[in-house]
């Protein structure tokens, strides 16, 4: 009856299910034991519990339903059964009722007499109990190791259906994923030949399963291109490596890039039978990368031109650029710099205490206050301060700074310009020189003046008084008051009288220039005829004309006969005319 039950088992359908191997089980226990109950349950020993319970189908129709597959006992709170489990070892039950120890059963539960438990062990732990009650005679050893025997087959075979479940599953769920893949994924053999394609490939390539499968890579797709993909499978087959690669391939009259993941696949002694060739079409990731590499290529020649337009106008500016990393404390100078400050490139260590060296010491606590509250306050400045050469020339500097802070606010960098002003600065120290020099000329020229005024004024002075006498004389003369004149000396006396009046208008106008100098000539405007005006201007010169023998004679337009000016200052512009045209007429 053994040897019949275990060919029983062996030789279930493939298509078995675990419950049909279970029942099949538990009824050759019962079978073989002549018991009428029997159950079979799974254990986690690292959990301390029963995974899967199963009851045969007697037991089942006795009243076993309470106690079934829903419920999963924690095995330190089971009854006598798991005795077998907790100390490891097969137990014999032959009058169930009279233990002292036994659990009371549930409500409906089969009774029980007698109870056989053995436990299957595997790698040192007891991974299922089965157990059979209701034999008519006591147990003995020969029912045992029965019980014993088909538990162990049963659980083999069990675990393997599990495993043939779970990887029947597995393969499921990667061909689902395989088929699911847009690439072109194929299983091919050292000769090119393809052993599996995804569905999907097949469409892309326009192929039925029967066009692909057993045949050759070379013979569906005749090029270089797959002359180098075959060599690349038998390199993967031979070596066992993966590798990559990207070729064109010519598809419908156009030329589409692959990128081609060849792995190798192993069969149950794990050697190398087949490479798996998932192939992606790349062809606009390519055109895509081809543009992008076109555009920083592009890029990368404006930024070098810009850097180059940038170089020159600072260079032709005379401008020097750094920046100093304030984390690392490295400061990085171009050429410029090193000509601003008169450092040979030798003698810079790249560090903040080098630009300090060459800061005049009377500048440098002020330019040190500066960076601090910019990497504090975090603020743009610009300042100016002296350096000094090794040859110990001093030179000025003008100075523009920006600091960089990361996302924690903390400084990072402090980047600035640099350019010489020491020519400016000359500049301007010449230019308050001359500014000094032209004030004290100022002060000079307006001293100069003062004393031209009073010159002026005394001269004035000295003038009119003898000048007053002189015409008063000429018009007591005139009035006879010494003695009546003929007619050639009243002439004399009135031309004496017409000069001494114009040469205090002389004196006056001596005096205007002051005023106009001044800007306080006041002009005396009055209604005036112009014959009076012109007749008292050629009297004035009219004896010059005389001595040189000149004739002088008066003609007025009648329709111009009176003016509205200031006739002394016309009087003199007359005069000045007519003078200038006596001295420069020949005689």
């Known amino acids: 009856a053994l040897q019949r039950a275990r060919l029983h088992l062996s030789t279930l359908p493939p298509d078995a299910t675990l419950?049909?191997?279970?029942?099949?089980?538990?009824h050759e226990v019962e079978v073989v034991t002549e018991s009428n109950l029997s159950f079979l349950h799974f254990l986690d020993e690292s959990q301390g519990a029963v995974v899967l319970q199963s009851w045969s189908s007697s037991a089942l129709a006795q009243g076993c339903a309470l106690t079934g597959k829903q419920h999963h006992p924690i095995i330190g709170e089971a009854g006598?059964?798991?005795?077998?489990?907790?100390?490891?070892?097969?137990?014999?039950?032959?009058?169930?009722?009279?233990?002292?120890?036994?659990?009371?059963?549930?409500?409906?539960?089969?009774?029980?007499?007698?109870?056989?438990a053995a436990p299957v062990e595997r790698n040192g732990c007891i991974v299922a109990v089965v157990g059979v009650s209701g034999k008519a005679t006591d147990?003995?050893?020969?029912?045992?190791?029965?019980?014993?025997?088909?538990?162990?087959?049963?659980?083999d075979i069990a675990l393997r259906k599990r495993t043939e479940a779970a990887l029947r599953e597995?393969?499921?769920?990667?061909?689902?994923?395989?088929?699911?893949?847009?690439?072109?994924?194929?299983?091919?053999?050292?000769?090119?030949?393809?052993?599996?394609?995804?569905?999907?490939?097949?469409?892309?390539?326009?192929?039925?399963?029967?066009?692909?499968?057993?045949?050759?890579?070379?013979?569906?797709?005749?090029?270089?291109?797959?002359?180098?993909?075959?060599?690349?499978?038998?390199?993967?087959?031979?070596?066992?490596?993966?590798?990559?690669?990207?070729?064109?391939?010519?598809?419908?009259?156009?030329?589409?890039?692959?990128?081609?993941?060849?792995?190798?696949?192993?069969n149950s002694d794990g050697q190398v039978t087949l490479a798996l060739v998932n192939a992606v079409d790349v062809t606009e990731r390519k055109a895509t990368q081809r543009i992008l590499e076109e555009r920083v290529h592009q890029r990368t020649a404006e930024i070098e031109s810009m850097r180059q337009r940038l170089e020159l106008a600072t260079r032709a500016a005379n401008i020097g650029i750094w920046d100093w990393n304030c984390q690392t404390g490295e400061m990085i100078w171009d050429d410029q710099m090193l000509r601003l400050y008169g450092v040979p490139s030798e003698s810079f260590d790249r560090t903040i205490d080098s630009w300090k060296r060459c800061v005049h010491p009377a500048d440098l606590p002020h330019q040190l206050t500066l960076i601090e509250t910019a990497l504090h306050r975090g603020r743009e400045f610009e300042t100016e301060f002296r350096v000094v050469w090794p040859d110990g020339s001093e030179h000025y500097l003008k100075a523009y700074v920006i600091t960089l802070f990361d996302e924690q606010e903390h400084?990072?960098?402090?980047?600035?310009?640099?350019?010489?002003?020491?020519?400016?600065?000359?500049?301007?120290?010449?230019?308050?020189?001359?500014?000094?020099?032209?004030?004290l000329a100022n002060l000079e020229?307006?001293?100069?003046?003062?004393?031209?005024?009073?010159?002026?004024?005394?001269?004035?002075?000295?003038?009119?008084?003898?000048?007053?006498?002189?015409?008063?004389?000429?018009?007591?003369?005139?009035?006879?008051?010494?003695?009546?004149?003929?007619?050639?000396?009243?002439?004399?006396?009135?031309?004496?009288?017409?000069?001494?009046?114009?040469?205090?208008?002389?004196?006056?106008?001596?005096?205007?220039?002051?005023?106009?100098?001044?800007?306080?000539?006041?002009?005396?405007l009055g209604p005036t005829a112009v014959s009076e005006i012109c007749e008292a201007s050629l009297q004035i010169i009219k004896g010059m004309a005389e001595k040189k023998r000149q004739n002088v004679h008066l003609a007025i337009d009648p329709i111009c006969t009176h003016l509205l000016c200031d006739a002394r200052r016309l009087t003199q512009i007359l005069v000045n005319l007519f003078s200038n045209a006596v001295k420069f007429t020949p005689e």
């Open 19 to 26: 419950d049909d191997l279970l029942q099949a089980a538990l």
């Open 80 to 116: 006598l059964w798991a005795e077998c489990v907790r100390e490891r070892t097969p137990k014999l039950y032959s009058d169930y009722a009279a233990l002292p120890h036994r659990a009371t059963l549930p409500d409906g539960h089969a009774p029980l007499n007698r109870l056989l």
């Open 139 to 155: 147990y003995n050893d020969q029912d045992l190791q029965a019980v014993a025997l088909l538990a162990t087959e049963t659980w």
């Open 170 to 266: 597995s393969e499921g769920r990667y061909r689902t994923l395989i088929e699911s893949q847009e690439s072109i994924i194929a299983a091919v053999d050292a000769d090119g030949v393809y052993r599996y394609m995804n569905p999907n490939g097949m469409q892309l390539l326009a192929r039925t399963p029967t066009e692909i499968l057993g045949k050759k890579l070379l013979d569906l797709f005749p090029s270089a291109a797959s002359e180098r993909q075959l060599h690349s499978i038998r390199q993967v087959i031979a070596s066992g490596q993966g590798l990559t690669l990207e070729d064109p391939f010519v598809r419908d009259g156009a030329v589409r890039w692959y990128r081609t993941n060849i792995q190798p696949l192993r």
């Open 411 to 439: 400084p990072t960098r402090m980047i600035g310009v640099n350019y010489n002003i020491t020519l400016t600065k000359q500049a301007a120290q010449m230019l308050r020189q001359r500014e000094d020099t032209l004030r």
């Open 445 to 524: 020229l307006e001293r100069a003046v003062r004393i031209k005024d009073d010159f002026l004024a005394s001269m004035s002075h000295e003038l009119r008084t003898p000048l007053t006498g002189i015409l008063g004389m000429s018009e007591a003369l005139q009035f006879a008051n010494y003695g009546e004149l003929n007619e050639r000396q009243r002439r004399a006396v009135e031309n004496i009288e017409g000069s001494g009046r114009h040469l205090l208008a002389l004196i006056n106008d001596i005096l205007d220039i002051s005023k106009i100098e001044a800007d306080k000539l006041e002009l005396q």
